[in-house]
């Protein structure tokens, strides 16, 4: 199959797929549905020659259904309505916790475990098709648009990583934006090195283009010293170099957080920006560090370097001060994480995120973005390729001790019904 994909051109990968599940399976039906920018609906992409890329993309909300199900537990889904009527079958399409989409089908019969593994392992191939495949056409950022960016929108969202969640042995990371009516300039980013894994959270002053402008000279300025090997205090100091020579006398609050994989040592700098939270055994703080001056600030100043004292089970959550207005009434942010604390990284997020639009009716004065990290500790160091699990936590005695929330959730990281065997479905009883 990858190599029928690889042979096809872009745009027609998906219908390579398609050819293949229908002739070894017998399906009446082939869909993958990719899921778009708000991570609160996805599109369906047909065949190469049946997508109408001059519209919008049609969205199907995900909010109380099945696809909402498989991508919020990455399980996958058997719905036989009996009456001889044709069996649904929807499979994650996830790579190393970014969940791409989904793959649907239609079968004749119900599948065994045998097709449900041949179906797991095309969806775990299919993941990388899309991922070879976006690099070549539009048609997947087509896809994730359900509605027209502006021109301040379509440069922030190239300012974020091309996925927004992955998952590592020692952690897991994820973040979500929602922009303004007029954007307001946040970014976020993150790397995974040899040794560390490095984030950061940044906020532009102003809005709309400038303010994207601004957070793009900001980004590159940050990527090109973490990319020569530039410490923590040395890629503040080059952002902020770039800043007050090229920023026009304008400035940008951000946070940035280096975490080594080999220790857990971890180290960050606050520039002008609001404080990040820290939830531990349940309970929630602010975590309050040294704040020095945003990049861009026309006065002699030092950026100082502060270590974090995180723990194995901790989640740190950063944020922007979007998610911080004074117009959101009722919106308890701490307990919130608290509320979402059994969600993967990847659902917090989105949870926190749509909990303040919710509560502003869709009307945001400013971005509001979130970075949730899990920190699990340097003592996983052994994962299963397929699913991203550690093999620690592939027996249910891996929960002695353990944050169970976590065992769960990595543990069901594919299966079906508790009894997969592999191509992301792991043995072992339903958590």
Known sequence: MLAAAEAAAPVESLDVVARILKEQLGATSVSFLITDFTGGSVVRLGTGGGIETREPAPRIPLRGTLYDDVIRTQRPRVEDKGDGAPVRVVVPVTNRG???????????MAPDVEVMREIGETAHALAYIVIANRSFTDLYQWGRRTIPLS???EIQHRLLPSSLACEAAQFA????????????????????????????????MGHDVDASLLATLLVGAL??????????AEQARQADRAMREHGRHSYVTGQ?????????????????HPWPLLMRDGEVREIAPEIDLPFGIQVPHNYRVQSLDLRPGDRLVMLTDGMLERNVKSLDLANLVVRTRFMHPREAARALITEIVDNRHGQLEDDATVMCLDWYGTGHSQRYADTGADLADASPSAQDGADHSRATRV???????GVGTAGGFVSGPES
């Open 256 to 272: 940035l957080l280096r975490i080594s994989l080999d220790d857990g040592r971890t180290e960050f700098v606050n520039a002008g």
């Open 151 to 153: 021109l301040a929108a």
């Open 173 to 204: 990371v994820a973040g979500a934006l929602e922009p303004a009516a007029h954007v307001g300039g946040d970014t976020f980013d993150y790397v995974l090195d040899r040794d560390t894994v490095q984030l950061s959270v940044t906020d532009a």
């Open 411 to 417: 543990r069901s990281t594919g299966g079906f019904d």
């Open 98 to 108: 970014d969940a791409i989409g989904l793959l649907e089908l239609f079968l004749p």
């Open 223 to 232: 990527r090109r010293a973490r990319r020569a090997g530039a410490d923590l």
